[in-house]
């Protein structure tokens, strides 16, 4: 079991500090304040120092920013990172603030669990995905199709990604929505259908594709996939 420590304010706190218990972590939640926002030495908790934190920055403006610059790490400082944000601020992440990974909200439960897998598990921030001519790059967040960068957004990529990873299999509508939108998303399922458009027109061309099962959902076709 690893431990947490989870900055956030009191709303999101409470269901961070849920949601990271109920994958099997010990959690110290220390809340920010809003007048005085201070990072507290990880090594400091007694007899128990933390193997991860996990910062909240869904805070209005200036105050997000403040807490992105109090992740710059000293020297001493080597616990990872992973900081939960809103999809407007992805752009403006500086990984030199000491940040090792980020997630966006509305999250899933398994999309939460992998990244922690992930950041606590590897030594470095995850293996590059090769298919013939398409690579995905979970470091930058990139897909390349024979070396050119496709422009795709943030859950164009963890949608194509989710599929590359568990090819051969199909996912309902429903269970997309899930994994890559959170359980609380009150988007509709024709969300998943557009998306799905918008990946086969940029994928246009690539040896693989984003099959659609009738009745059932989306998967993605590998003609040889390898062993």
Do not use: C
Not at 26 to 41: I, T
Not at 54 to 70: E, I
């Amino acid at each position: 079991m690893s431990h947490v420590l989870l900055l956030a304010s009191e709303t999101p706190g409470i269901r961070l500090k849920s949601d990271l218990e109920s994958i099997g972590h010990s959690v110290s939640r220390l809340a920010w304040n809003q007048d005085r926002v201070a990072l507290p030495d990880t090594r400091s908790l007694p007899g128990n120092p933390a193997d991860l934190l996990v910062v909240d920055d869904t805070f209005p403006g200036h105050l997000s920013k403040r807490v992105q610059r109090l992740l710059r790490p000293p020297a001493s400082r080597n616990t990872p990172v992973l900081l939960i944000t809103d999809e407007d601020r992805v752009s403006t992440i500086d990984f030199s603030d000491g940040i090792t990974d980020f997630i966006t909200q509305p999250y899933s439960l398994e999309q939460l669990e992998t990244r922690l897998r992930l950041i606590l598990g590897r030594t470095e921030r995850g293996d590059v995905i090769r298919l013939d001519e398409l690579v995905i790059n979970p470091v930058r967040y990139e897909v390349r199709v024979n070396g050119a960068l496709v422009d795709l957004t943030l859950k164009e990529y963890e949608l194509l990604k989710y599929l590359i990873v568990h090819r051969g299999r199909v996912f309902t509508r429903s269970d997309l929505l899930d994994r890559i939108w959170g359980y609380d998303y009150h988007g509709g399922m024709r969300t998943v259908d557009v998306h799905v458009a918008r990946l086969r027109a940029k994928l246009a061309g690539f040896n693989g594709t984003i099959s659609t099962v009738r009745g059932v959902g989306y998967g993605f076709d590998w003609p040889s996939v390898p062993t």
